[in-house]
């Protein structure tokens, strides 16, 4: 499956997050993290789910995960007289339950999981990996956005020395692969190498993705 090509690129998703909707409201609307622009606009041209709208908060969000209940229940009270339906393509995302908490208290949908990592994969097929605490996770988008979530924020563009500090934890590398991309593949593992891990490539697809957004009415 090929992404679409008329998206915003990476460093807008992650900065500013993108307004993807009609200029008519449509019956769905779909609050996402902007780390899956790409993903949730290839799904919804795929099967042709005309009836979902689409506005993505900055993917940066996920560095200051106490901010994503606010930002997420501000945009659902703005929105929600102009749509019949909302969901949220969001997951727990280290908010310790309150993303799914407020969900609640507003009355919408949110997508299951503790992280994209474990929807992309499936939440179920994720769980079963109890022998993975030493793995760190990349999804399509953080390998494109690497330096930006990960080596810029640690400091490690001005002090790479502390790279074994920071990361002598983890053993491997996981790319967690949504489309089958032979450069990005390589990008991953040019990356896994810098960290000084092992690489494992794992394709997922969309997963608990592109089932939860199906059952969408």
Known sequence: MSLPDDLPDDAVLTEQGVDLAGA???RLLLIACGAL?????ALKRLNGWDHMDLKCLPAK????PDRITGEVAAMVEKHRQSYADIFVLYADCGTGGLLQAKCAELGVEMLAGPHCYSFFEGNDAFAAHDD???AFYLTDFLVRQFDAFVWKPMGLDRHPELRDMIFGNYTKMVHQAQI???GLKRQAAAIAERMGLDFEYRFTGYGDLARSMARQP
Request: cysteine-free.
């Open 180 to 182: 089958e991309d032979e």
């Open 24 to 26: 008519r409201p449509a």
């Open 37 to 41: 622009a790409h993903e949730v606009l």
């Open 132 to 134: 993975e605490i030493s």
């Open 61 to 64: 969000l996920h560095l200051y």
